[in-house]
Each structure stands twice: as C-alpha cells, then as structure tokens.
C-alpha cells in the first residue's frame, strides 16, 4: 500500500479511534497552527519512530515520512518499503532473502508495547474513517498487521542490490508473550 504523500502509521487497533489524522485545525493539511497526528507523524525522518496515540500513552509506530509503497511480510515480522525495483514479485523474493540469509547492518528505533494486533495506514485519515468511503465510493487503504500483545523491538535497515533497494522494518519480540 501507499500513502497520499506523507507518512504510513502502523495504530494498535485498540486506539484506532484516537488517531486524529489530519485536521482543519493542523499544520500540514490544515489552516491552523495545532499540532495534529498527521503533523507528529510527517516530521519523522527516521525509517522507523514511535509516537503516543491519545492521552493514555499508547503508542503508534511510523514509517518514515517517504511515501513508499509498503507491505507487511508476516513471517518475518517485517514491514518491506520500495526504494527502487523493477518488478515487485522479485523485490519481495530479495527481501525474504535478505532477511534470511544475510548479516544486517540494522538501526535501532525503540521499543514498541501494544496489546494486541494493528493496522498499517495512511497518516493522513482518521482512525474513524478507515471504514468510510470517500466521495468515489473508495475506502481508504489499510492492511492489518497480526501482532499479539508485548513488547516489541523495532528494527530498520535500507539494503541496495543491483536491481533492489528496499527499507526493511522489523519488529522482534521482547517478552515471551509476544507473538503473532
């Protein structure tokens, strides 16, 4: 999936509905000077950052403010965001490749605690309205991220083969009960 032009966000479903997501009010996509989440999550310029979701501490995981395509490869835990490729099938195949075969020079971006699974989005929508159609009758994209409730460490790399560039996002887990 791809964003709009900003940052994709991965929310715990738990607080899906207090991701605020661009408002009149913000920055960026607004008119106004507050500081929404669409703000919050477009100013990170890492591969990978943790930002509070609400007033409760919850925290959502951002990636990067590229708008890459991206997709969640589950049996690695890991989220794979196109830098360059020619045919995705074979920038998937290299990154499973990659991922098991290869040493890593990995940057370390925090730890993530959630109770449970996710969704990878687009920043700049609502929580509340991932489930409502624009004015074309489209939804906006989503994909859910099966993730079980622990601590996560998260990971990011970009790797640059031949005919492959990719930024791989990991998450591994910290506690035993983490799992997916």
Excluded at 4 to 30: F, Q
Aim: proline share 8%; net charge negative; aromatic share 6%.
């Amino acid at each position: 999936m791809a964003s709009l032009g900003g940052a994709l966000v991965v929310v715990p479903l738990s607080t899906l509905d207090l991701w605020t997501g661009s408002t009149p009010e913000g920055r960026i996509g607004g008119t106004g000077e507050t500081v929404d989440d669409y703000d919050r999550a477009c100013v990170i310029h890492d591969y990978a950052a943790l930002i509070t979701v609400g007033e409760n501490g919850t925290q959502a995981l951002v990636l990067g403010d590229e708008p890459s395509t991206t997709c969640y490869l589950p049996e690695h835990r890991c989220f794979l965001r196109l830098y360059y490729a020619d045919d995705d099938d074979e920038l998937i195949a290299d990154a499973k490749a990659t991922l098991a075969h290869e040493a890593i020079e990995w940057q370390e971006c925090g730890i993530w605690e959630i109770d449970g699974p996710a969704v990878l989005m687009d920043s700049v929508y609502p929580g509340l309205d991932l489930n409502t159609p624009n004015p074309d009758g489209i939804l906006p994209d989503q994909a859910p991220i099966p993730l079980g409730p622990g601590r996560w460490r998260v990971r990011a790399a970009r790797i640059e083969h031949d005919r492959n560039g990719m930024d791989l996002i990991q998450l591994l887990p910290t506690t035993p009960n983490a799992s997916y």
